[in-house]
């Protein structure tokens, strides 16, 4: 791996912000570049970084794929509207599912999910846009866990001999991609991004399919979708480094007045981390295990059984899939 990280402690924000900002604007010229905003600390700070540097020649899109927490698409373009970002919401969400039909190994998901991203929707976008630039909030971490064989993160392609040019008919410019999420954290607040978003928790690039265990379907995104609505509401309070409700594959059996329920499995994960490298379960007190147990199991269809994991990463990882 030929990226030099930036480590939090030599990063001078605004310093990297004036970099960052003369990089893009050097690459692209006086043409069009194209990037997706998901709402995450990454592809925030890669978005107003190329909206100082390109203004309008920026197209910025949410693109919106089926797997997005609930009413994601119009909360981040209201939001970035309001920093005077314009952003285009558009709806490839019958490409992705169809992508994902039948598939169950998670390596599998990731690159049925790359395909669709790179391939198919940002190939239009492109063609259609005349841009020849992609940028995108590819991170230190995504690269080094692909790298290294932990785990294929679907923005990581250079990295891996692939030449977007070739492939795709775009380059992609990573401006990010020497940084640690904390580090983001600090020049996304010196951009002047809202504490909700450069202190929001981590959220995987293949959204809510890294949190289903299985196949891919709508009504199985929609379970994880209530899930994690709950979760990130009762433990956004927690300062932990990240939360996440996951949707386990079988059916498991529960009892429901007096009578045998197969229903679905929630498994709950809350980390402490600094760099999502190495991560600890947060001892969450036990009524707050227990008002989450109760929640889930009520007011989200299905839903039978509530765990709690405990283990350390590693060996486990902060996301499921």
Same mark, same amino acid.
């Given at each position: 791996?030929?990226?030099?990280?930036?480590?939090?402690?030599?990063?001078?924000?605004?310093?990297?912000?004036?970099?960052?900002?003369?990089?893009?604007?050097?690459?692209?010229?006086?043409?069009?570049?194209?990037?997706?905003?998901?709402?995450?600390?990454?592809?925030?700070?890669?978005?107003?970084?190329?909206?100082?540097?390109?203004?309008?020649?920026?197209?910025?899109?949410?693109?919106?794929?089926?797997?997005?927490?609930?009413?994601?698409?119009?909360?981040?373009?209201?939001?970035?509207?309001?920093?005077?970002?314009?952003?285009?919401?558009?709806?490839?969400?019958?490409?992705?599912?169809?992508?994902?039909?039948?598939?169950?190994?998670?390596?599998?998901?990731?690159?049925?999910?790359?395909?669709?991203?790179?391939?198919?929707?940002?190939?239009?976008?492109?063609?259609?846009?005349?841009?020849?630039?992609?940028?995108?909030?590819?991170?230190?971490?995504?690269?080094?866990?692909?790298?290294?064989?932990?785990?294929?993160?679907?923005?990581?392609?250079?990295?891996? *001999?692939?030449?977007?040019? %070739? @492939?795709?008919?775009?380059?992609? $410019? !990573?401006?990010?991609?020497?940084?640690? &999420?904390? #580090? =983001?954290?600090?020049?996304?607040?010196?951009?002047?991004?809202?504490?909700?978003?450069?202190?929001?928790?981590?959220?995987?690039?293949?959204?809510?399919?890294?949190?289903?265990?299985?196949?891919?379907?709508?009504?199985?995104?929609?379970?994880?979708?209530?899930?994690?609505?709950?979760?990130?509401?009762?433990?956004?309070?927690?300062?932990?480094?990240?939360?996440?409700?996951?949707?386990?594959?079988?059916?498991?059996? *529960?009892?429901?007045?007096? %009578? @045998?329920?197969?229903?679905?499995? $929630? !498994?709950?994960?809350?980390?402490?981390? &600094?760099? #999502? =490298?190495?991560?600890?379960?947060?001892?969450?007190?036990?009524?707050?295990?227990?008002?989450?147990?109760?929640?889930?199991?009520?007011?989200?269809?299905?839903?039978?059984?509530?765990?709690?994991?405990?283990?350390?990463?590693?060996?486990?990882?902060?996301?499921?899939?």
């Amino acid at each position: 791996m030929k990226i030099e990280e930036i480590r939090i402690e030599d990063l001078d924000p605004g310093k990297f912000i004036e970099q960052k900002v003369q990089e893009i604007s050097s690459v692209v010229g006086s043409g069009l570049a194209i990037n997706a905003l998901s709402g995450g600390v990454d592809s925030s700070t890669v978005t107003m970084l190329g909206y100082r540097a390109l203004g309008e020649r920026l197209k910025t899109y949410f693109i919106e794929n089926g797997l997005m927490r609930h009413d994601e698409p119009q909360k981040i373009v209201s939001l970035f509207e309001g920093l005077g970002v314009p952003v285009e919401i558009v709806d490839v969400q019958k490409q992705f599912f169809d992508a994902l039909k039948g598939l169950r190994d998670p390596e599998e998901k990731r690159e049925a999910i790359t395909q669709a991203f790179y391939r198919d929707v940002f190939g239009q976008l492109v063609r259609e846009s005349g841009a020849k630039y992609l940028l995108q909030g590819t991170n230190y971490t995504d690269v080094e866990e692909t790298v290294a064989g932990i785990k294929r993160q679907h923005n990581i392609l250079e990295q891996l *001999g692939i030449d977007t040019e %070739k @492939r795709y008919g775009y380059v992609v $410019i !990573e401006p990010a991609i020497q940084l640690r &999420k904390p #580090a =983001i954290r600090e020049v996304a607040k010196a951009l002047g991004l809202p504490e909700g978003i450069y202190h929001r928790p981590p959220f995987p690039g293949p959204a809510l399919a890294a949190r289903i265990i299985g196949e891919v379907i709508p009504e199985r995104v929609e379970i994880v979708r209530r899930a994690t609505k709950i979760v990130e509401e009762e433990l956004c309070d927690t300062g932990a480094f990240q939360y996440l409700a996951i949707l386990h594959d079988d059916r498991v059996t *529960g009892v429901r007045k007096g %009578k @045998r329920d197969y229903g679905f499995q $929630i !498994e709950v994960r809350c980390w402490e981390s &600094k760099d #999502a =490298i190495m991560g600890s379960p947060t001892r969450l007190p036990y009524d707050v295990l227990d008002r989450l147990a109760e929640r889930i199991t009520t007011e989200v269809p299905g839903v039978v059984s509530v765990t709690y994991n405990i283990t350390h990463k590693p060996p486990s990882t902060i996301e499921a899939i």
